[in-house]
């Protein structure tokens, strides 16, 4: 059973590490000409770092919350709409108030966006810095909770942000960035993750990462993103929390189809 906890844990942190690399590499790697080779190599630094040092709990991931977990997976990327594979994992087992409030909450702290964006001087120098810590904080905060076994989560970091950063180009309107806006929405997606790592909750970096490239459209008078992508990420996190909800109804009759 452990074989295949490690499995399971090994598979959801790809799929976490890709879609959120999609997402949160795209600004540096392109957006600035820092190039993905260089971005690879301090995303996955980062987030080895965070798992190493993190003081997440391991999350448990039996068969019937893969499957679980797969099939919402599957049948939202169906539909274009991302499921955090972070949140929806712990809310199974501690759907708690405070939680709910952060995660429904969390696209607020990208409004921060607007003065860092008017006051950051000299942003060159702080953008691989700032995509460190944005990764590190990612590792910490979300890649730890399935990281138990190190050489299958160290693959999962490889592999995931290898192919995330591929396809990263094409997730936002990338041509038109500023050094200072990559900076403001790395560092608004840090302060998110921060809040999250005091009360040891997870968050959805992809929902704050959109958020916070939203504020910079409307800060710098250019698009970065359609509002269809937050929507859909915020739709995500309450179909994510619908699900935690309803899976200790649904778990019995998984366990019956196994």
């Not at 844990?9 to 879609?19: G, M, R």
């Not at 192919?163 to 560092?187: E, Q």
């Not at 269809?228 to 699900?243: Q, S």
Request: hydrophobic fraction near 55%; glycine fraction near 6%.
């Amino acid at each position: 059973m452990e074989d295949l906890e490690d499995i399971y844990t090994f598979l959801l942190a790809l799929i976490l590490i890709y879609n959120n690399s999609l997402v949160l590499l795209g600004p540096t790697a392109w957006g600035t000409g820092v190039g993905p080779r260089r971005s690879f190599i301090i995303a996955v630094a980062g987030q080895l770092l965070g798992i190493s040092t993190s003081h997440m709990s391991h999350i448990h991931v039996g068969t019937s919350e893969f499957l679980y977990i797969a099939a919402l997976y599957t049948a939202l990327s169906i539909a274009k709409i991302s499921i955090p594979i972070s949140i929806v994992g712990y809310a199974i087992y501690s759907l708690r108030p405070d939680a709910v409030i952060l995660w429904l909450t969390s696209p607020t702290v990208s409004l921060i966006v607007f003065p860092l964006c008017k006051l950051l001087k000299r942003s060159d120098i702080m953008i691989l810095p700032s995509l460190f810590l944005l990764m590190y904080v990612f590792g910490y905060n979300n890649v730890a909770l399935f990281s138990r076994n190190i050489p299958l989560a160290t693959l999962a970091v490889v592999v995931g942000t290898y192919l995330g950063l591929g396809f990263s180009r094409w997730v936002a309107d990338l041509a038109a960035l500023r050094p200072r806006t990559v900076v403001a929405i790395n560092l608004a997606t840090i302060i998110g993750a921060f809040i999250g790592i005091s009360f040891n909750i997870p968050v959805s970096f992809t929902l704050v990462a959109y958020s916070a490239m939203l504020v910079a459209s409307l800060s710098s008078s250019i698009r970065l993103i359609k509002i269809e992508k937050f929507v859909r990420a915020y739709v995500g996190i309450i179909i994510a929390l619908i699900a935690a909800a309803i899976f200790p109804a649904l778990k019995s009759l998984l366990l019956s189809l196994v």
